[in-house]
Each structure stands twice: as C-alpha cells, then as structure tokens.
C-alpha cells in the first residue's frame, strides 16, 4: 500500500496546480476583455455616427444633388441675367457720363480762364481775375466736372467688382 499511496498526491497537486494557472489566466482574460470593453458605450455612438453617413446609397445622394441643381438652377440663371442687366445699364450710366464730362470740358475750353464778363475793363485777356458772375460760373462747372470725374471713377469701380463677382459665381458653378 505504501506505493499507491505516493502515486495519488501528485496527480491531484498537478490538478490543483492546474486548476490555479487557469483560474489566474481566466482572471487575466477578464480583466483584459473589461479593459477593452470599458470605451465601448462611447465608442459605439461614434460608430453609430459614421454608419449613418456611409448607409447613404451614391445614387440616392447623385439623385438629391440633381434634384436641389434643378431646384435652384433657374434661380441662379435668373439671377446672372439680373447682374447682366445691372452691368449693362452701369457700363451705359458710365458711357453717359464720360459724354457729358466731355461735353462740359468742350463747353469750358470755350471760355478763356482770363475772360471777364465786363468787356470795359482794360486788359480782359492778361490774366486778370473774372467777376463775380462769371466766377461763380466758372467755380460752379469746375465742381461739376469733380463731381462727373468722380461718379465715372466710382461707377467703373462697381461695374469691376460687379465684373469679379460674376466671374466668381461662373467658376462656382459645375
């Protein structure tokens, strides 16, 4: 009996001892899955975020961008003819006001700086200053034409930046 004895104890050490290393790998795996698992509430409504643009099918996305394209397209066109029309009518205000820019120059290069409305006074063509009609006259159209040279630079200021936005608005469109 004394060699059935010896025999048993080590085969239930090894079990016990067995039993021990799989229990402390089963602790191991549990806290490693916890681990792991513990960002999982977060992580899913990431996911639930992305998946939610990726279920779009691409023809149900080319279908709505056709359909919003025809939607506002006339609207677009409607509004370049509209820029059309307002650059057409600025270049002809433009055009408009260089003619009687010109047409004031014309007028004021008729009237000599040294003449005087007096016609009596000796020397009327030196130089000498002009009465107080003539050079209110004078002082009148010469803002007249600041006035003009100002609105015709102002102008084709706008109708350039008009000119740049529509470019812009061109190159946008597909």
């Avoid at 191991?28 to 996911?47: C, E, K």
């Avoid at 007249?144 to 350039?160: D, F, G, P, T």
């Amino acid at each position: 009996m004394s060699m059935s004895t010896p025999t048993p104890s080590p085969t239930y050490g090894d079990c016990v001892a067995s039993l021990r290393t799989s229990l402390s790998f089963l602790e191991s795996s549990v806290a490693t899955l916890g681990a792991g698992v513990q960002d999982f509430p977060r992580l899913s409504s990431v996911l639930k975020t992305v998946r939610h643009y990726e279920l779009i099918p691409q023809p149900t996305l080319a279908a709505a961008e056709a359909s919003l394209r025809d939607e506002i397209g006339p609207f677009v066109a409607l509004l370049l003819d509209r820029a059309d029309r307002h650059l057409e009518r600025q270049a002809r205000r433009i055009e408009t006001l260089k003619a009687r820019a010109e047409l004031n120059a014309g007028r004021l290069s008729h009237y000599p700086p040294s003449s005087s409305g007096g016609g009596g006074r000796a020397g009327s063509g030196s130089g000498k200053p002009l009465d107080g009609g003539a050079a209110l006259r004078a002082k009148v159209v010469r803002q007249r034409k600041e006035a003009l040279k100002y609105s015709v630079e102002r102008l084709e200021l706008e109708v350039q930046q008009k000119e740049r936005e529509l470019r812009l608005r061109l190159e946008q469109q597909p």
